[in-house]
């Protein structure tokens, strides 16, 4: 029986360029979606699978994500003096959600350096690897349970995908993979290949699942594109030596790491929020953006 998966690493030090200027002194990560901040949104993805040993791989100018998990003694013994409840609620939750450790990435070497950087921390055990600008919402499982049951099944590790269109193709790691006794088993993975090349329109999404033969691999890698070290090379070896799978995530994802999806993540959502929904609505209809309910 495999051990249960409690490990998860959230790679966060990236500079977030194409947020600029927002992320000069603002981490991506706490951007808000209505009224969380996005890495908000992946740990609690997290702890509802299970995986409640977190560790946040950051770099410089990002305080501002311990500042978020830790607790404020100042800020809520005055909203509970000043009696709201709901707030101080709130605000006391998320600082004790978690037991967070941070790892600080020196420099920006590649997603798959960030990795390795949590490797002493995660030690001989699986683990599940969250990027939190790719926001995932299910009304069932959670895409982080949707993975940790085909690695209960298998003991394997396991990649979270989408069907995306032809024209996003070029954008993503896409991954080639068959059918292998109702499992989809991977072969290989490309990074970002021209549609011609691309050997399906299967993309990684940013949720993961490996084995400890991982770090290995990755310490082995070779700086690629951009001098840095990629995360895909390591998979696609990984894929070679052992049984690496694949699962179409059921739910509603926003590609929240670049403008478009989180202002489209912050509609949808503001439109759902049951505080502030109905009011957003209205606005949008009044201004006539959108159509009034019938």
Same mark, same amino acid.
């Given at each position: 029986m495999?051990?249960?998966l409690?490990? #998860?690493?959230f790679?966060?030090?990236?500079? +977030?360029?194409?947020f ?27 702890? =509802?699978a299970?995986m409640?040993?977190?560790? #946040?791989?950051t ?11 830790d #607790? ?9 003096a000043?009696?709201?409840d ?7 939750r %998320?600082?004790?959600?978690? =037991? ?9 070497? +590649?997603?798959?350096h960030? !990795?390795?950087?949590?490797a002493?921390? *995660?030690?001989?055990a699986?683990?599940? *690897? ?5 926001? $995932? ?7 982080m ?9 298998t003991?394997?590790? %396991? ?9 996003? !193709?070029?954008?993503?790691g &896409? ?14 993975? $490309? ?37 840095e ?17 694949? *699962? ?16 489209l993540?912050?509609? &949808? ?6 505080q ?9 209809t009044?201004?006539?953006? #959108?159509?009034? !309910?019938?």
């Open positions: 495999n051990s249960p409690r490990k #998860i690493i790679p966060a030090a990236g500079m +977030g360029t194409r600029l200027p927002a992320t000069k002194a603002t981490p991506k990560e706490m951007l808000t979606i209505v009224d969380k901040p996005l890495i908000q949104y992946g740990v609690e993805e997290a702890l =509802d299970g409640d040993e977190i560790v #946040i791989v770099g410089r100018g990002k305080r501002a994500i311990e500042d978020h998990f #607790i404020s003694s100042e800020l809520e013994a005055n909203l509970h000043a009696g709201k709901a707030l101080y609620q709130t605000v006391s %998320v600082a004790r959600m978690a =037991d967070v450790a941070y790892i600080r990435q020196k420099q920006p070497l +590649g997603l798959g960030a !990795v390795l950087c949590a002493p921390w *995660v030690g001989d699986c683990f599940g *690897v969250s990027l939190a600008d790719e926001l $995932i919402l299910s009304e069932g499982k959670s895409a349970q949707q993975l940790c049951e085909v690695h209960e099944q003991g394997a590790s %396991v990649i979270g995908l989408a069907h995306v269109p032809d024209n996003e !193709v070029s954008r993503y &896409i991954v080639d993979a068959q059918d292998e006794n109702g499992l989809l088993r991977l072969h290989g993975m $490309i990074e970002k290949p021209a549609i011609n090349q691309a050997p399906s329109n299967l993309a990684m999404i940013g949720r993961y699942i490996f084995t400890p033969r991982l770090f290995a691999l990755l310490k082995e890698t070779k700086p690629g594109t951009g001098n070290i990629q995360l895909t090379d390591a998979m696609r070896q990984l894929a070679s030596e052992e049984p690496v799978y694949g *699962v179409v995530i059921e739910g509603q994802r926003f590609d929240a790491g670049n403008p478009c999806g989180f202002l993540a912050n509609v &949808i959502l503001g439109l759902q929020h049951p502030h929904g109905e009011t957003l609505r209205a606005a949008l009044e201004m006539k953006l #959108i159509p009034p !309910v019938r």
